[in-house]
């Protein structure tokens, strides 16, 4: 089989290296023209990929810019972004532009695959359509399928592989199409019955964490008021081996998805006059997060007795999560925008992001953005980082709880009597 990925960032780049290992012929469509001549001399972007792995598979491997490639494989996979508009609305531009790319080269009896994340309805209601401007008929003449993207970059305890992967068809035996391409790069397949179904179960994954992640984040910021440990109180609770599941607070969520995708939920429910309060009232306080990370550095500086303006603010890690270079709606972003706007001068460290051009910065060494620095603040826990050193010299707000040494366990009980306690 061959196969065409559509879109090669933190989705399409990675499934493009796991069908070339599986040998198969794969063409990997990008439009950043840089990104392709990378890939060709071997040069990942993306952490989950090193250069090794792909040097490894370069002679099943056909990146380019040219979307006539596709005409001859039996599989596209569309893996292109669907961000928000300003109005944090569904921008489905990247998407329409790649199934009209598509339509232009579709064959009878290929394959085609939506992987991007967005709301339900948009695969056959959108794609479809277009799609069949080529005039060929979806579910007759090609196949049309969607199966949402599973990934969690620079995890390793979970891959492409090993978590199971949502398929479903416009009909039963586009559904089964799926399944064989599928099949040769993933363990296990979950087959729901409706595109529409499939498309819903990836916006209820994320806003589930989504919604989790705003109630402790509001837990975090009343356990402050109340002079309580919020980390004590989630290590506490934790030991629950039933009922519970851990999230932790921070300056806000980051990536693609947890940020996007309840709005894609959110604007759909709109057009059946249902508003979807409880997802909305999460996603409005996880955008506030960061406007509340600038809060306890103007707090601390206050105890330091120093005023915003002028003072140099350190930033440790840019990228949404550690071990990662995805700055896409990272909180950091917005917490250097607003020290900016307050007057502070910023520096920061991030081995994984070299810079930040909308700012204007380069990423320092930790020991140069340390010395310069009278504040530093822990936006994002990269490994490799002593924090617990970095706060024992130095000032620091630590906005991921990294830096606490206390830690509660789960330990059998002690055997001893209540008399001999009272005594002692």
């Known amino acids: 089989m061959s196969v065409g990925i559509v879109g090669l960032g933190y989705v399409g780049l990675p499934l493009a290296v796991s069908f070339a290992e599986a040998g198969e012929h794969v063409v990997g469509i990008e439009v950043n023209a840089r990104r392709v001549a990378q890939l060709r001399c071997g040069e990942s972007y993306i952490e989950?990929?090193?250069?090794?792995?792909?040097?490894a598979v370069a002679d099943r491997f056909e990146p380019t810019t040219r979307i006539?490639?596709?005409?001859?494989?039996?599989?596209?996979?569309?893996?292109?972004?669907?961000?928000?508009?300003?109005?944090?609305?569904?921008?489905?531009?990247?998407?329409?532009?790649?199934?009209?790319?598509?339509?232009?080269?579709?064959?009878?009896?290929?394959?085609?695959?939506?992987?991007?994340?967005?709301?339900?309805?948009?695969?056959?209601?959108?794609?479809?359509?277009?799609?069949?401007?080529?005039?060929?008929?979806?579910?007759?003449?090609?196949?049309?399928?969607?199966?949402?993207?599973?990934?969690?970059?620079?995890?390793?305890?979970?891959?492409?592989?090993?978590?199971?992967?949502?398929?479903?068809?416009?009909?039963?035996?586009?559904?089964?199409?799926?399944?064989?391409?599928?099949a040769l790069v993933c363990d296990q397949l979950v087959r729901?019955?409706?595109?529409?179904?499939?498309?819903?179960?990836?916006?209820?994954?994320?806003?589930?964490?989504?919604?989790?992640?705003?109630?402790?984040?509001?837990?975090?910021?009343?356990?402050?008021?109340?002079?309580?440990?919020?980390w004590e109180v989630i290590d506490a609770a934790s030991t629950k081996p039933y009922g519970f599941m851990r999230f932790e607070p921070g300056p806000g969520m980051g990536g693609h998805c947890l940020p996007v995708d309840p709005f894609y939920l959110a604007w759909k429910a709109r057009e059946h006059d249902f508003a979807t309060e409880f997802i909305e009232l999460a996603g409005k306080v996880n955008q506030h997060a960061p406007y509340l990370a600038v809060e306890k550095v103007e707090l601390k500086l206050?105890?330091?007795?120093?005023?915003?303006?002028?003072?140099?603010?350190?930033?440790?890690?840019?990228?949404?999560?550690?071990?990662?270079?995805?700055?896409?709606?990272?909180?950091?972003?917005?917490?250097?925008?607003?020290?900016?706007?307050?007057?502070a001068e910023i520096a920061y460290h991030d081995e994984y992001v070299p810079e930040l051009?909308?700012?204007?910065?380069?990423?320092?060494?930790?020991?140069?953005?340390?010395?310069?620095?009278d504040l530093l603040v822990i936006v994002t826990a990269h490994p490799g980082i002593d924090h617990i050193g970095i706060a024992d010299q130095h000032e620091v707000v630590d906005l991921r709880g990294v830096t606490r040494r206390q830690r509660v366990q789960a330990r059998p009980p002690q055997r001893v009597s209540l008399k001999s306690v009272q005594a002692a």
């Open 357 to 373: 051009t909308q700012f204007d910065l380069q990423s320092t060494t930790l020991e140069q953005v340390a010395e310069f620095a």
């Open 68 to 182: 006539a490639a596709l005409a001859k494989v039996d599989a596209i996979i569309v893996c292109v972004p669907t961000p928000l508009t300003p109005n944090r609305e569904p921008d489905l531009t990247p998407l329409v532009d790649a199934c009209q790319s598509i339509a232009t080269v579709l064959q009878a009896g290929q394959l085609v695959v939506l992987e991007s994340t967005t709301y339900p309805g948009t695969t056959r209601e959108r794609a479809l359509p277009i799609l069949e401007e080529s005039g060929l008929r979806a579910g007759v003449d090609f196949h049309l399928a969607f199966s949402p993207e599973r990934v969690d970059p620079g995890r390793t305890d979970w891959t492409l592989k090993t978590t199971p992967k949502i398929v479903a068809g416009l009909t039963e035996t586009c559904g089964n199409a799926a399944e064989a391409l599928y």
């Open 302 to 343: 206050n105890d330091m007795g120093m005023p915003v303006k002028g003072t140099r603010i350190g930033i440790l890690g840019v990228s949404y999560k550690g071990g990662v270079g995805d700055i896409r709606e990272s909180p950091a972003l917005k917490i250097i925008k607003r020290l900016g706007e307050l007057g």
């Open 192 to 230: 729901t019955s409706e595109l529409e179904s499939a498309e819903m179960a990836k916006l209820l994954e994320n806003i589930f964490r989504s919604v989790n992640i705003a109630l402790i984040n509001e837990m975090a910021e009343l356990a402050d008021r109340m002079g309580i440990d919020i």
């Open 48 to 55: 989950d990929v090193p250069s090794e792995q792909l040097r």
